[in-house]
């Protein structure tokens, strides 16, 4: 048809999966697809935080992550390299966000625009969604300490509404026939996040190609190391050069220091390496680039991948979540009306920020509550007073200390906001309200 994508690509026999091996072994059919004709008979819940294996080929057996919304889930699937997917692009788990009610013709990856079962691909592109061929080598998660998939890696386990879904993959095994894999949260103190772009290097161009990995937390940067591993026919043409998201620039390896060598193989770490050392202190949030010239004519190569391991000191992360209920607040009704905001994962609340927008003839009428998942109860705004209309607000514990209530609380479970109209004649409408966390 003429939407711009490849769907599955070759990791679905109902994708293009049916070419592999010239046709000869093709894919399987995905777990989304098996899931939904019922040949799934044992169902592996992955909310609950622990470790768990994914075997190849155990094709009766789902590996699922339930969301708040029952039509929203994620799936992991062993498709390492062997049986009937010896021929994939990529080795290792993968891993689809699906969605019932999503389209398999329309993919905008929007709220309202997604993939039925969509990959999520490890190297944080999306060449599959527009077209950019069938897979490739970094579509699926390989082995890797620490955490591969949250709310603050790329891609992100977000829900398609841009909420957290508190899915976290973590210290995932050796590539293999039987393949471990940790859900649940983790302490972070550190990350790991490779590229493979297979970059060709411009000759004699001092622009050279670049290549990014973005950061989505914020905390303070207290060591790095970097690796880089370059195709090249004579090392001392290249200058290499990481970039922070502060701008500032490391000098990784410079062409006036370089000898006759094949290939450049880069393992620097700021403990023994003053231009990384710099960086010490920095915030790690925002997009990363390394950059690579070629400097002198005749040699030529390529960018095949590169690293980065960042310790960091711990730190408050920001989480947040909003919700237009377009709610009627019935008139002179002392139940009112409630609408709730979910938060799957945890977290101790260091600070927190409520918006609220109402229309409404009298706001006098009304009164305003904000229901933690533990129970407790802080009132936003009281009726009596203002005659004026409408509630467009923002409640901090600076203009409401009763919110004090909440801080180290953990924020797990469901906030609800009531609106109660507890006088006559006046009417209105819950439209919009968000929650902002800090925490710990």
């Known amino acids: 048809d003429s939407e711009k994508s490849a769907g599955l690509g070759s990791y679905c026999l109902m994708s293009s999966g049916n070419h592999l091996g010239r046709g000869k072994v093709p894919s399987p059919v995905s777990a989304y697809l098996r899931d939904l004709v019922n040949w799934c008979h044992t169902k592996i819940d992955l909310n609950t935080q622990g470790s768990y294996v994914a075997e190849h080929g155990d094709y009766d057996t789902l590996l699922q992550y339930s969301t708040n919304s029952s039509n929203e889930y994620f799936l992991v699937e062993n498709r390492s390299q062997n049986g009937l997917d010896r021929h994939l692009p990529s080795d290792g ?15 905008d990856g929007t709220p309202d625009r997604h993939y039925q079962c969509a990959l999520l691909q490890a190297d944080g592109h999306h060449d599959l969604e527009n077209n950019f061929g069938k897979g490739d080598a970094g579509d699926l998660y390989t082995k890797i300490e620490g955490v591969s998939l949250s ?11 841009g909420t957290d879904s508190g899915f976290i993959v973590s210290n995932i095994g050796d590539v293999g026939k039987h393949m471990t894999f940790e859900t649940g949260r983790v302490e972070e103190n550190s990350l790991t996040l490779s590229k493979s772009p297979d970059l060709l290097i411009p000759d004699g161009d001092r622009d050279g190609v670049s290549s990014s990995i973005n950061i989505v937390k914020h905390a303070e940067l207290s060591s790095l ?9 004579y090392q001392g043409d290249l200058h290499v050069v990481l970039e922070s998201p502060r701008g500032t620039k490391a000098v990784l390896h410079a062409s006036d220091r370089a000898g006759q060598q094949d290939d450049l193989h880069l393992d620097l770490h700021s403990s023994d390496n003053s231009a990384l050392a710099q960086l010490a202190g920095e915030d790690i949030f925002g997009e990363w680039r390394l950059h690579v010239s070629d ?16 310790d960091f000191e711990p730190g408050t992360d920001a989480v947040s979540a909003e919700r237009s209920p377009a709610l009627a607040i019935p008139d002179d009704d002392t139940n009112g009306v409630t609408s709730t905001i979910s938060f799957a994962t945890g977290g101790k609340v260091e600070a927190i920020e409520i918006k609220v927008k109402i229309k409404h003839t009298y706001i006098g009428d009304l009164q305003l509550e904000l229901l933690s998942p533990s129970g407790n109860v802080v009132v936003l705004q009281g009726p009596g007073g203002s005659g004026e209309d409408d509630i467009d607000t923002t409640y901090t514990i600076e203009t409401i200390p009763g919110l004090f209530v909440f801080l180290g609380e953990d924020i ?3 906030w609800q906001l009531r609106v109660r109209d507890l006088a006559r004649l006046d009417t209105g409408t819950l439209e919009y309200w968000a929650l902002e966390f800090e925490v710990s």
């Open 151 to 161: 709310d603050s890696t790329r891609p992100t386990s977000h829900q398609w509404d």
């Open 225 to 233: 190391g970097v690796r880089v591993n370059i195709s090249h026919t």
């Open 412 to 414: 797990a479970g469901n």
């Open 93 to 107: 788990l993968a891993i689809y966000h699906c969605d019932r009610r999503g389209s398999n013709e329309y993919e």
């Open 295 to 310: 400097l002198l004519k005749d040699d030529v190569g390529r960018l095949d991948e590169w690293e980065l391991r960042l």
